[in-house]
Each structure stands twice: as structure tokens, then as C-alpha cells.
């Protein structure tokens, strides 16, 4: 089955500074979505992006379908960041929802 | 993603004791998932219903049984479970399959 690789594992900010989170897949996919998991445990979802860039305030996202990678964007970083952050995709016509192992990201004031 | 909502929030059941995990969407959805996370680890898709019907089950154990009664509401059934099923369970639904999928808040259950 396809593969789901996150990196980096770990993340420590500074409140303010910036970050690039990788997600690499093994094969091509149906489905990409970015989520957040709060200290909460809530999934909160951030992008849907099979393909393309999208932005939404200071996340952003791009996905390069052809090369089997995605990244997450996470600018002017606030310790509300902290958390989990999951990639997630689906291949071929089987629709389960594969996750990454997550980075896990911790944001200091 | 609060348009899920999952009951209850906890649950503490010992070995014996028979419980359901209740979840409802009312998006309009036609597929839900119920999904299983223990701590540390991503979540694990344990079963798919689309269109009220069971189409995926990723070799659960029988003590936990799905049930989705109409297209808004998901059910899981538990029964003489084991600590090892202590976790948090997330149940999600979306537009159709492969359409992107939203979760509820989840029900963190403890066996003891």
C-alpha cells in the first residue's frame, strides 16, 4: 500500500518564526488533506490539496502530485500552533485515509 | 470541523459492560468512518459506511460493532473489551468517498 512519510518528526519555535513541514507519498493519490491536532486531541483540517497551492492566513500549502510531495507552510508562528500536524491521503479507488506519522510542533512565547 | 459531533466525550467502562459511541453529521453526508487513535500514533481507519451501507472493515475485532441506523447517524457498539482498546475513537464523514473528510471531537474511551 502507499506509503506516508512526514517530516521533520519534531518541531521547536520560537513564537513568531517560521516553519516548512514535508509530506512525501509513495504513489499517486485521490486525496491530500493537512490537518491539526489540538493538545485536545481535536483533528482540525486545514487544507484539502491533491494538487496546487492554497493559502488560508498564515498557512499555506502546495502540493506537487508529479514529484509525490506536499508542504505545509506555517508562518509568523503563535503558541495557539501548537500541536500535531497530520498528513493525510487516499490512492487508487480504495478510500481509506492514510496518515503520516504526524510532526509534532511545540511553540514557546 | 465541529459539524461532527460525537457522545459522549469520555467514557470509562469496565471488561464486562456493554456501551455505544454515538456519532452525527448533518452536512448532508453520505460516507462515515469510524477512526481509532491510541496515544502518539496517527489515527487508524477501523470501519467506512457509504450510502448506510458497510464498505470497508479493516479486520476489527467483533467486540465492536458498527451500526449506521440512517445517513446522519453512526453508531459503535462495544462489548467485553479489553484495556488494550482504551483510545481515543474518532468518527468522520464526508461528501462521498475520496471527497475530503471531516472529524468530530471523538470519544476518549478507558477500559478498565
Known amino acids: 500500500g502507499i506509503q506516508v512519510e512526514q517530516s521533520p518528526p519534531d518541531l521547536i519555535l520560537q513564537e513568531g518564526a517560521n516553519s516548512t513541514l514535508r509530506c512525501n507519498f509513495s504513489?499517486?493519490?485521490?486525496?491530500l488533506q493537512w490537518f491539526h491536532q489540538n493538545p485536545w486531541g481535536q483533528l482540525i483540517n486545514l487544507f484539502y490539496?491533491?494538487?496546487g497551492t492554497k493559502q488560508n492566513g498564515r498557512l499555506s500549502a502546495t502540493t506537487v502530485a508529479t514529484e509525490r510531495y506536499s508542504l505545509l507552510y506555517i508562518s509568523s508562528s503563535q503558541t495557539t500552533d501548537s500541536g500535531v500536524y497530520f498528513c493525510?491521503?487516499?490512492?487508487?479507488?480504495?478510500?481509506?485515509?492514510?496518515f503520516g506519522a504526524g510532526t509534532r510542533l511545540a511553540v514557546h512565547p | 470541523d465541529t459539524e461532527v459531533t460525537q457522545t459522549p466525550k469520555h467514557l470509562v467502562m469496565g471488561m464486562t459492560n456493554k456501551k455505544s459511541l454515538k456519532c452525527e453529521q448533518h452536512?448532508?453526508?453520505?460516507?462515515m468512518y469510524w477512526y481509532k487513535q491510541k496515544a502518539k500514533k496517527p489515527p487508524e481507519l477501523m470501519f467506512v459506511?457509504?450510502?448506510?451501507?458497510?464498505?470497508i472493515n479493516e479486520s476489527v475485532p467483533s467486540r465492536f460493532s458498527p451500526e449506521c441506523p440512517n445517513s446522519s447517524l453512526l453508531n459503535l457498539h462495544l462489548h467485553a473489551l479489553q484495556p488494550e482498546d482504551s483510545a481515543l475513537y474518532l468518527c468522520?464523514?464526508?461528501?462521498?468517498?475520496?471527497?475530503?473528510?471531516?472529524f468530530g471531537d471523538g470519544t476518549r474511551l478507558s477500559i478498565l
Open positions: 468522520a464523514s464526508s461528501q462521498a468517498e475520496s471527497q475530503p473528510q471531516h
Open positions: 504513489d499517486s493519490v485521490n486525496n
Open positions: 493525510a491521503v487516499t490512492s487508487g479507488g480504495y478510500n481509506k485515509l492514510i
Open positions: 459506511y457509504s450510502y448506510e451501507k458497510l464498505s
Open positions: 490539496i491533491p494538487s
Open positions: 452536512m448532508g453526508h453520505r460516507a
